[in-house]
C-alpha cells in the first residue's frame, strides 16, 4: 500500500502538471519588454483576452485618462508563459546568443529564435532561485533570482491558463496557483 501523499509532494505535482500541458507545444509570439527586462511566451490555441478598465485607477480632477482608463484587447494563446523580475540567459545549441541585461537589438535577435520552438522541459531548482526551460529545437533559458529579499520577494515568472489562473514562483522558493482577478491580500504562497 502507498504511502499517503504529502502537502509538499501533492503541490510540486500541481506544478508540474500545468507544466506537462505546454510539454511539446510550440511557443509564438515570443518577445521581450523594452526597457524592462522580462519575456513573455503563448502557447496553444490562439484566443482573444480584454482586460476591463481598471477603476482604482480614476483620474483626478483635470487628468488625462492613461491606458489604464482603457478597454484592453490582446491575442494570447492557452498559456502565456511571462519571465520577470529575475536575470535570464538564452542559448541556442548550447551557445549562449542573448542575455537580460543585453541591448534591445540583442535581445531581440535572441528572442527572435525561440519562436516556434516547443517546451519540452522546465526543471526548477527545489530553493526556487533558478528555472531551466528547454526547447526542442536546442533553445534553452536559464532564470536566475536577482536578489534575497526576504521581506518582499520577487516572483520570477508566471503562467496564465485559459481558465484565468495564474501559476506565480517566486525566488523564495514559494509558489501559488490563483486566479487572475482574486485579490492579492487572499493569495496564500506555499513551498514549492
Known amino acids: 500500500m502507498a504511502a ?3 502537502e509538499q509532494s501533492l503541490m510540486s505535482e ?26 513573455t511566451f503563448d ?7 480584454i482586460h476591463e478598465p481598471r477603476e482604482q485607477f480614476q483620474p ?9 482608463h482603457k478597454r484592453m484587447a490582446s491575442v494570447r494563446g492557452e498559456w502565456h508563459l511571462r519571465i520577470d523580475d529575475c536575470s535570464w540567459l ?9 542575455h537580460s541585461e543585453d541591448s534591445n537589438e540583442e535581445q531581440d535577435r535572441a528572442v527572435v529564435r525561440l519562436q516556434g520552438q516547443a517546451l519540452i522541459e522546465a526543471v526548477i531548482t527545489p530553493d526556487g532561485r533558478r528555472t531551466r526551460f528547454t526547447f526542442d529545437l536546442g ?26 489562473y495564474w501559476l506565480s514562483i517566486r525566488e523564495d522558493g514559494k509558489y501559488n496557483y490563483v486566479r487572475d482577478d482574486a485579490p492579492r491580500d487572499t493569495w496564500e504562497w506555499l513551498p514549492l
Open 4 to 6: 499517503p501523499a504529502t
Open 14 to 39: 500541481t506544478i508540474a502538471g500545468l507544466l506537462r500541458a505546454l510539454y511539446g507545444k510550440p511557443c509564438w509570439n515570443v518577445q521581450h519588454g523594452y526597457w524592462l527586462s522580462f519575456l
Open 43 to 49: 502557447f496553444g490555441e490562439p484566443r482573444v483576452v
Open 60 to 68: 483626478r480632477e483635470g487628468e488625462k485618462r492613461s491606458w489604464r
Open 90 to 98: 538564452i542559448f541556442q545549441d548550447d551557445e549562449p546568443i542573448g
Open 139 to 164: 533553445g534553452v533559458i536559464h532564470t536566475r533570482a536577482w536578489t534575497d529579499q526576504a521581506d518582499h520577494p520577487r516572483v520570477q515568472w508566471t503562467l496564465a491558463d485559459s481558465t484565468g
